[in-house]
């Protein structure tokens, strides 16, 4: 009898491991390696001084993939070496930031699973560090250790995204929402960001009504260093067109705290292509955050925004904020028969701030006394030489909404160059 089922045994797992050889044996395998060569300069404002600063920045990158019949299986690995200086233009005095910071940016393995759970279905599981974000960009969206898991069809999809950000660099995308963050931030000695759980779980169903796709998601920040920062979202993005050439991204998202109670945040972005104008965009979009007024709380994402220090010199803040931008882009040498003239692009950007309480807003320049706080305004250039080799320069300056504050420094123009090599 013991005979009799160990010969079954057998009679099953062999045929099983020898097929799995075989289809793992396949020598459908892809490489891919390259990296980038950056350099940025620009200035940098601080209350009282102004500098320079140069960065220099070294990214390499190698993903491997191996597909054995409807599998995929991908091995990506990158890191980034970055390395700082400063020259400050009123004293001529120049130092040198002698630590280069190398920081292990993805290192992921993802496999992909096509027609499973059914023939129309495709089922992907990835581990690893890699960047990530909600649905918007504008509440969580930076580089952390995850678990992913994504299951999709033709009419639905679902997702689930856990998080660790505790072994990841303190200066990359850093979270900002206690006095143990910011001490870290102002302490050389501490390299690892601080511990945070993350999650963000999506239902997204493309093309629902009129060409319109839609993503409900749900969020939480979990804080496993002090107590009180723990939030939770829930919101919906959806996107599409409105009429021929003209599309819209549209957001909205809740926020809930123990303490504070619920805060909003909502945002618009309309982009009018204008193809047969030199490739014209035009992009208008706004966005709010409630402040405490109205029954609502002040709307913190767990990220900072995009409108921050590194352009106008301070964090211009995201609660109590109703952002509005106007941005225009073009081609104006498009018909030009040297290639890297035609790729050529000059774009042009708004930024105005307004105030959505009467709370004050210390971060802004001037004793602004309105709902209104200031405008920032750029011009940029982005050059395309061919496809390994780039240049891009910006140019502008805040403008606060009173003129007659004494703090000149927090009123400087801007301006950043970059250049990069891909290879």
């Known amino acids: 009898m013991r005979h009799r089922i160990a010969h079954r045994i057998t009679a099953i797992v062999v045929p099983l491991v020898l097929s799995a050889a075989s289809v793992l044996a396949q020598p459908r395998v892809t490489i891919d390696a390259g990296g980038e060569v950056a350099a940025h300069l620009r200035n940098t404002d601080a209350v009282g001084s102004s500098y320079l600063t140069a960065v220099e920045e070294l990214s390499l990158y190698g993903v491997a993939r191996h597909m054995p019949g409807l599998i995929t299986m991908e091995y990506r690995l990158g890191v980034t070496g970055r390395r700082d ?19 292990l940016t993805t290192a992921t393995f993802r496999l992909t699973n096509r027609e499973f759970p059914s023939s129309t279905g495709e089922f992907s599981f990835e581990l690893g560090r890699r960047r990530f974000s909600d649905p918007t960009a504008l509440i969580i969206d930076g580089i952390a250790d995850r678990v992913s898991v994504v299951f999709e069809w033709p009419r639905v999809s679902a997702s689930l995204d ?37 999650s963000v779980a999506t239902i ?7 060409r319109q796709d839609a993503e409900f998601f749900g969020a939480y920040h979990r804080d496993l260093e002090t107590n009180g920062a723990d939030i939770a979202f829930a919101g919906l993005r959806v996107d599409g067109p409105v009429v021929p050439h003209l599309f819209h991204t549209t957001s909205i998202a809740a926020g809930f705290t123990a303490d504070d109670g619920v805060s909003l945040l909502s945002s ?12 014209s965009r035009i992009r208008v979009e706004t966005t709010y955050a409630s402040g405490d ?26 609660a109590d904020r109703l952002v509005a931008e106007l941005a225009y882009s073009f081609r104006p040498f498009i018909e030009s028969n040297a290639a890297w003239l035609a790729a050529t692009e000059l774009g042009f950007d708004s930024v105005s701030f307004f105030r959505t309480t009467d709370a004050p807003a210390p971060e802004f320049p001037g004793n602004s006394t309105g709902p209104y706080l200031g405008t920032r305004v750029l011009a940029a250039a982005r050059l395309r030489a061919s496809s ?10 805040f403008f ?18 970059s250049v990069f090599v891909l290879f």
């Open 85 to 103: 200086s400063r020259r400050g233009y009123v004293e001529y005095a120049f130092a040198q930031n002698l630590l280069a910071s190398v920081e």
């Open 162 to 198: 856990v998080a660790y950000t505790g072994l990841s660099s303190k200066n990359t995308d850093p979270i900002v929402l206690t006095d143990a963050d910011r001490a870290r931030l102002d302490d050389d000695s501490v390299y690892f960001a601080g511990p945070r759980l993350l």
């Open 204 to 210: 997204g169903t493309p093309s629902i009504a009129a």
């Open 268 to 279: 618009l972005s309309l982009r009018y292509y204008l193809d047969r104008v030199n490739l």
């Open 293 to 318: 007024s109205g029954g609502l709380s002040r709307f913190i994402p767990v990220h900072r925004g995009r409108f921050g220090e590194k352009e106008i010199g301070f964090d211009a803040g995201f």
């Open 388 to 397: 390994d080799f780039g240049l891009d320069a910006r140019i502008g300056a």
């Open 400 to 417: 606060p909404s009173n003129p007659d504050t004494d703090d000149h420094d927090r009123r400087r123009g801007f301006f950043s160059t």
